[in-house]
């Protein structure tokens, strides 16, 4: 089962660009906010009206 | 201080729709075709092309890849949009993101009917269009990250993590799944040996 190694390597690497990705995302603020996401849903936005023509 | 109009991109949306239902009523007849065939042998008809061996693989890779697919990147490409508050990064990817998409539909039910295939479960497709879905893929890659890039909305929606999430992990999946040494234009060997190759592919 010498794939094992492969498998746990290749594993690792995405881990590690996921650890990277969050690393990036504490660092540029993106939890500092707790409350806007959350009500952010409900605000009406007008999408432009031309959207449907596209 | 200047206001910025935008829209979405809708039409690449519509489209992935339209495909979805499509192909969602084709995978599902294909899918009743294989269970009569289990229940009434005879409906295998004698011949290689409809045999249950061939149609079973066509069913499921018409519905993971043909019907959730589309329906996958309909949701992603409406919802990415509006949640970064961003027009998708460029259309022209996005138009062959989704006809190349097709296409590998396409030759995905007329080389699992004639018989070409891997063997492996999900992984059945021959290398060639491999290679078409990895260029489809990375087009979507590329325009996800594109948009998140060019965001309006400086806070990444917990959804759109997922999305990137799923991009790496189904690029790994399909790269390390499919490793496979071609002999001809339709006819590869991976390059795992049997127990590994299971255990590769199941990981």
């Known amino acids: ?54 | 201080m200047e206001v910025q109009k935008f829209n979405y991109d809708n039409a690449i949306v519509r489209n992935f729709i339209l495909a979805t239902l499509v192909w969602g009523a084709v995978a599902l007849l294909v899918g009743l075709v294989a269970a009569l065939e289990l229940a009434f042998p005879a409906l295998n008809l004698g011949i290689e092309y409809t045999s249950f061996g061939r149609v079973r693989p066509l069913h499921t890779n018409a519905v993971i890849f043909a019907f959730i697919g589309n329906a996958m990147f309909a949701g992603i490409y409406y919802s990415l949009q509006r949640v970064l508050k961003a027009r998708l990064f460029n259309d022209i990817l996005g138009k062959i993101h989704f006809w190349l998409w097709q296409l590998i539909i396409l030759l995905a039910a007329v080389t699992l009917l004639a018989g070409f295939t891997t063997g492996k479960e999900y992984a059945e497709l021959e290398w060639p269009i491999d290679l078409l879905i990895a260029v489809a893929w990375l087009c979507f890659g590329a325009n996800m990250i594109g948009t998140v890039i060019k965001r309006r909305e400086k806070h990444i929606y917990a959804a759109v993590w997922w999305y990137l999430a799923t991009f790496i992990g189904v690029t790994i999946l399909h790269v390390v799944n499919s490793i496979e040494l071609p002999v001809s234009l339709l006819k590869s060997y991976p390059v795992y040996a049997g127990a590994q190759d299971a255990v590769v592919q199941w990981w």
């Open chain 1, 1 to 54: 089962m010498n794939i094992l190694f492969v498998l746990i390597g290749v594993s690792l690497f995405a881990a590690l660009i996921f650890l990277a990705m969050f690393i990036w995302a504490v660092k540029s603020g993106q939890y500092d906010d707790n409350y806007t996401p959350s009500i952010r849903i409900l605000f009406d936005e007008d999408e432009d009206e031309d959207e449907m023509k596209n």
